[in-house]
């Protein structure tokens, strides 16, 4: 079936590109996949990160840099691998797998000589980080229009692109269980960290993201950095913001668990409820800003039932979104794809006119309407942030909170719940809840 699905994602980046050439006055698109470079003061450079437009095309060499895709219309893509002659690392060889007979494949050893060899009639778009030095074309680097497009179209996957998202789920899902059980047995951040790459079976560099594991007062640090190697003397919450990768797609998860206060563990039944409530509601033609500003009233509620909001008499609705803005500043999710957070959450049309968030929400990702075949994460939380609970103080809104219950549910930390969601044309499909509902993914 991956072959198969992989062939038709290809027909149909092949099928879009002749459009866009054609549309954009273009007789080939030269795609780069990367390249490396030392830390200062340094001889070994960081992990390699492609160029995602190149795993758009070629996901099965995410670790080749210098690699280049020629697309020219109505043609075999060519694909140019860099394969130096070195003994200290192990280079590339000639592909036996599935796809490469879907490409014009050369293998090389010299790059600038491989640079001077591209001879292309016509003019070029040559989408690369950086420019690069090719007298002999007709070059234009990144061009804007077209880079919209192709950005704005990259929103809605293909079957290929959702089969490797919802593989990366049931990847991920692995580890979750693991720190889920891991929170129980008392482990610490780092004992949890290690255990999910075990889990899953991916090393730190093959993750998407450097995983977040959070235990009590860290898990109100909506990216917190560290794993500490000791663990506390009381395991009250844990949040674990982590995903895993499949063939270039990644899954960007978070669940919390808690113990030993009877409010809090209220409260996160309270927002997994209303995160599935928000999510069977998803379909096409939906506003993802109109979503979050819904989560922000289940929130209200929320916090109202658990009597951390005393009353709300007197109380505007903007007023009642600085107070939930309080427990949740980010944004409800994202576009997700090739990149944790996929371009284009902003842009309304191929075009590139863009929807910046309203000032309440500034740091929402996605203000598209939602179409079939995007993905995109759910991730509503409730946090008890020190720094952002001190600012509420100093205002007329102080006099709603229950300050006592605050202080009492801070040492807990926060709530985060994440999952990645395709939204199909009558409704969604939820990768991660299909996933833990899997009794087939054993830890």
Sequence with gaps: MIDVLYQDHLAILQQRAAHLLEQHQLDAVLIHSGSTKNYFLDDY??????????????????EQPECWLLIQPASKPILFIYSPDDFWHMTASEPSDFWNQLFDIHLYTDRAAQLKQFNIAGNVALIAENPVELPQLSVKHNPEALMHALHFQRAEKTPWEQHCIRQANRIAIKGHRFTQQGFFDGLSEFELHQGYLAATAQLEK???????????????????????????????????????????????????????????????????????????????????????????????????????????????????VA?????????????????????????????????????????????????????????????????????????????????????????????????????????????????????????
């Excluded at 450079?45 to 995410?62: D, G, T």
């Excluded at 235990?215 to 949040?239: F, G, I, M, S």
């Excluded at 009492?408 to 969601?421: A, F, H, Q, S």
Aim: hydrophobic share 40%; charged share 15%; net charge negative.
């Design 45 to 62: 450079a960081p992990v390699f990160k492609p160029n995602p437009h190149f795993v758009h095309w070629m996901p099965f060499l995410r």
């Design 206 to 320: 093959e993750l998407p993201y450097s995983n977040i594991v959070g235990l009590n007062e860290h898990a109100a640090v909506l990216h917190y950095q560290h794993k500490d190697r000791t663990a506390p003397e009381q395991h009250r919450a844990l949040l674990v913001d982590a995903g895993a990768v499949c063939h270039g797609y990644v899954a960007d998860i978070t669940r919390t668990v808690s113990q030993g206060h009877q409010d809090f563990d209220a409260i996160l039944v309270a927002m997994d409820q209303a995160q599935q409530a928000l999510t069977e509601s998803i379909k096409p033609g939906v506003s993802f800003l109109a979503l979050h500003q819904q989560m922000h009233q289940k929130l209200f509620s929320i916090l109202s039932t658990a009597g951390i909001v005393k009353s709300d008499a007197g109380l505007d609705p903007s007023d009642k």
């Design 323 to 443: 107070i939930t803005r309080t427990f949740y500043p980010h944004g409800l999710g994202h576009l997700l794809g090739i990149q944790v957070h996929d371009i284009g959450g902003w842009q309304q049309n191929i075009k590139g006119s863009m929807s910046a968030p309203p000032e309440q929400h500034p740091f929402l990702r996605l203000t598209r309407l939602l179409t079939e075949q995007m993905v995109v994460t759910i991730e509503p939380g409730l946090y008890f942030i020190p720094l952002l609970l001190e600012q509420l103080k100093s205002t007329p809104l102080a006099r709603h909170i229950n300050w006592p219950l605050v202080n009492e549910l801070t040492p807990w930390g926060g709530i985060r719940i994440e999952d990645n969601v395709c939204v199909t044309a009558t409704g969604a499909e939820n990768y991660t809840r299909d996933a833990f509902n899997d009794p087939i993914i054993a830890l």
